[in-house]
C-alpha cells in the first residue's frame, strides 16, 4: 500500500533480525548500523538499520535521496540507493492496483471473495484486494509469490524487506483474522531472515511487544 502519508509513520517503522544475535561490523553497504544480527542461510548476516537514522520512504518513485539520509526504502521494482541502508518495499497482503490484473490471470484463488463472488478490496485504497490467507495451502501459495520477490530484492543488495499490509485483516469484514495473517507473517519473516534480510513493519503498532525487534517481535524465529 503507498502510503503517501508514509514520513510520519516513520517513528512506528521497526525492523527486525533473528531471535539469536550477535554483534557486527559495518553492513556492506557501509551504513555501520551498530545494531545486533543474525548468520542467515543465505551466509550474509542480517544488519538492522542505522540506530536514529534518517529515513525518507520513496515508494513514489526513486530519486536521489537528500544528505544525511541514512535509510531508504523502494519498491521491490527498483533497486538499492548509493550508499544508504536500503529497505525493500512489497505488498504482501493485497494486491497494487496495477498488478490486480496479473493476479487475476495467474491466482485467481488467492484472492480473498465476498460471499457475491466479487473481490474484496481495501475501502481506502482502491483496487487493492486483499489476499486470502486463510488456509495453509493458499498461505503457502501467497508467501511462494512473495518470497520471490524477496530473493529479488536480496540479490539486488537491498539489506532489509517490508511486507506491506499485516493488518489487512482488520479491513476483510471479519472474512480474515488475526491468525491467519500472523501465520502468513512467520513464513515471510522465515524466509526473509534465510535470505539475509531484516523486517521491517510498520502497520498494527498495537501488535509492538519487545523493543528493538517492535511490531514483528511475535513472529520473529
Known amino acids: 500500500m503507498r502510503r503517501w ?16 544475535t550477535t554483534s557486527t561490523g559495518p553492513a556492506p553497504d557501509g551504513s555501520g548500523s551498530g545494531a545486533p544480527a543474525s548468520a ?8 538492522l538499520p542505522p540506530t536514529n537514522g534518517s529515513f ?4 513514489g518513485g526513486a530519486y536521489e535521496p537528500d544528505v544525511g539520509v541514512t535509510i531508504v526504502e523502494r519498491d521491490h521494482s527498483g533497486v538499492p540507493s548509493g550508499a544508504a541502508y536500503n529497505i525493500c518495499y ?16 495467474e491466482h485467481r484463488d488467492l484472492l480473498l471473495k465476498a460471499a457475491d463472488g466479487s473481490y474484496v478490496e481495501d475501502p481506502e485504497w482502491p483496487g487493492e484486494i486483499l489476499l486470502d490467507t486463510t488456509t495453509p495451502a493458499r498461505r503457502t501459495a501467497i ?20 511486507p506491506d499490509n499485516l493488518d489487512s485483516w482488520t479491513r476483510s469484514g471479519d472474512r480474515l483474522t488475526h491468525d491467519h495473517n500472523m501465520a502468513l507473517a512467520r513464513l515471510l519473516v522465515e524466509h526473509a531472515h534465510d535470505a539475509g534480510l531484516a523486517v521491517a513493519q510498520k502497520n498494527t503498532p498495537e501488535l509492538a511487544r519487545q523493543p528493538p525487534f517492535g511490531i514483528m517481535a511475535e513472529v520473529r524465529r
Not at 90 to 105: D, G, H, I, L, R
Request: proline content about 3%; overall charge negative; hydrophobic content about 55%.
Open 56 to 59: 525518507d520512504y520513496q515508494i
Open 40 to 47: 542467515s542461510g543465505a551466509g550474509r548476516p542480517v544488519v
Open 90 to 105: 512489497v505488498n504482501a497482503f493485497q494486491t497494487q492496483p496495477e498488478a490486480a490484473a496479473w493476479w487475476k490471470a
Open 143 to 162: 508467501a511462494g509469490v512473495v518470497q520471490g520477490w524477496m530473493d529479488e530484492c536480496a540479490a539486488k543488495g537491498f539489506r532489509a524487506v517490508e
Open 5 to 20: 502519508l508514509a514520513a510520519a509513520l516513520a517513528t512506528v517503522v521497526a525492523v527486525t533480525g533473528c531471535a539469536d
